[in-house]
């Protein structure tokens, strides 16, 4: 079963517009990363958050993380064209070796 | 450095054969993690080799094996395929331990007729 449960499940934005999504967990966690998925091909990572980090940067994503609560979000600004893909959170459990439990992904649509 | 490699990258196969795919990590890279992802099932962890041993196993039945070899690449096998094992095979390769970045490749694309 699927340990994080992303939301919303499509985002139809324009571009320049910012893009936020949201994943949630159910168990501890040793990390959580994100990860964007073009047209069925190969998952392309994007960050990578630590447990006992609150936020981080790089360059136009922001992810923020949220362990009392359970959940993280991933805000892209300034967005593109280019940005339009399948965004997915996955969590690497306490205790469970390098194994990433998927979220059921975000389709981000940018429009020009 | 290289990425992740991941060979074949199509195959059409029928119901009944069986099918080998191959994965080439990162240099330097010793853990192979190997996922399914399907529309109605999404991405789904199957096993995860280290050092030429299996460390973690998802819930996928006996049909689904792998194999690492002492060189890190690693080869997942499926036997007597189903319809639904049609799916994007995913490999993912990391330095050395849980807490890493996980770096994929692009997948091999399997139907199953």
């Known amino acids: 079963s699927q340990q994080g449960e992303e939301d919303p499940q499509a985002l139809s934005i324009q571009e320049g517009e910012n893009a936020t999504m949201n994943c949630s967990y159910k168990?501890?966690?040793?990390?959580l990363q994100w990860y964007r998925q073009n047209s069925g091909r190969g998952l392309v990572h994007l960050i990578l958050i630590r447990s006992n980090e609150r936020e981080k940067h790089s360059g136009r994503l922001r992810v923020t993380l949220d362990t009392s609560k359970k959940s993280s979000s991933l805000l892209i600004t300034a967005s593109r064209a280019a940005d339009t893909a399948s965004y997915f959170c996955a969590t690497e459990l306490t205790g469970g070796g390098n194994k990433l439990t998927f979220g059921t992904g975000t389709q981000l649509k940018v429009e020009l | 450095k290289a990425g992740v490699t991941q060979t074949p990258r199509y195959l059409i196969k029928t119901r009944g054969q069986q099918v080998t795919l191959s994965c080439s990590p990162i240099?330097?890279?010793?853990?192979v993690s190997w996922y399914q992802q399907t529309p109605g099932q999404g991405l789904q962890f199957l096993f995860e080799y280290f050092s030429e041993t299996q460390r973690n196993k998802g819930n996928f039945p006996g049909r689904f094996s792998g194999r690492q070899f002492s060189n890190s690449r690693s080869e997942m096998n499926v036997s007597t395929l189903e319809l639904g094992d049609s799916a994007l095979y995913l490999c993912a390769s990391s330095p050395v331990e849980a807490t890493d970045t996980q770096y994929f490749g692009p997948g091999t694309r399997l139907t199953v007729l």
């Open positions: 240099s330097g890279h010793r853990s």
């Open positions: 168990t501890s966690i040793n990390n």
